[in-house]
């Protein structure tokens, strides 16, 4: 056998043991990150409001750009096209945390779309109290706009608002 040969044989064996160790381990699971939210998704689909808020005053939703992509699932435009969907919200406390500032997402079509901003969470949270419903879910009218593409060509982000009253009777 020639020294090529040789070489050839090693690379055939190493390119079939290769080709064993993968196939051993299984089709490839996605990152923990990945499938996480699929989770969460499947358990905010049918979701059940204790309490419809009236309409009031317009409060806007805290978004940090990770809901991005869930906000243009629910918005509904294509590329370019400004998004205009008045929808109903349900607001969502988050469990686990202890503390009195545990987030409250915001949620459409079992999509996450945000959270109540720091600013808004007490007044949710005081009226929540004085209805009884502590760490219920609540639901409200809100309406999402913008997105699509500007004059310049750049992406425009959303904007996403809820209709509420947090004081009514």
């Known amino acids: 056998?020639?020294?090529?040969?040789?070489?050839?044989?090693?690379?055939?064996?190493?390119?079939?043991?290769?080709?064993?160790?993968?196939?051993?381990?299984?089709?490839p699971r996605a990152p923990g990150f990945l499938r996480g939210p699929l989770k969460a998704t499947i358990a905010l689909k049918d979701l059940s409001s204790k309490k419809h808020w009236a309409r009031g005053e317009t409060v806007k939703v805290a978004d940090d750009g990770t809901y991005t992509a869930n906000i243009f699932r629910v918005a509904g435009n294509s590329f370019g096209e400004n998004a205009n969907r008045d929808?109903?919200?349900f607001l969502?406390?988050?469990?686990?945390?202890?503390?009195?500032?545990?987030?409250?997402?915001?949620?459409?079509d079992g999509l996450r779309i945000g959270q109540l901003s720091v600013r808004d969470l007490m007044p949710f949270k005081v009226m929540?109290?004085?209805?009884?419903?502590?760490?219920?879910?609540?639901?409200?009218?809100?309406y999402i706009g913008g997105g699509g593409t500007g004059v310049d060509g750049k992406k425009r982000s959303y904007?996403?608002?809820?209709?509420v009253d947090w004081f009514e009777a």
């Open 1 to 27: 056998m020639s020294y090529g040969q040789i070489l050839l044989f090693f690379f055939l064996c190493w390119l079939s043991y290769f080709a064993y160790w993968l196939l051993s381990r299984g089709p």
């Open 87 to 89: 929808c109903i919200a």
């Open 92 to 108: 969502v406390p988050e469990e686990g945390k202890e503390n009195t500032d545990k987030p409250v997402s915001v949620v459409v």
């Open 128 to 142: 929540l109290q004085d209805a009884g419903l502590h760490a219920q879910i609540t639901s409200c009218d809100a």
């Open 159 to 163: 904007a996403i608002s809820l209709d």
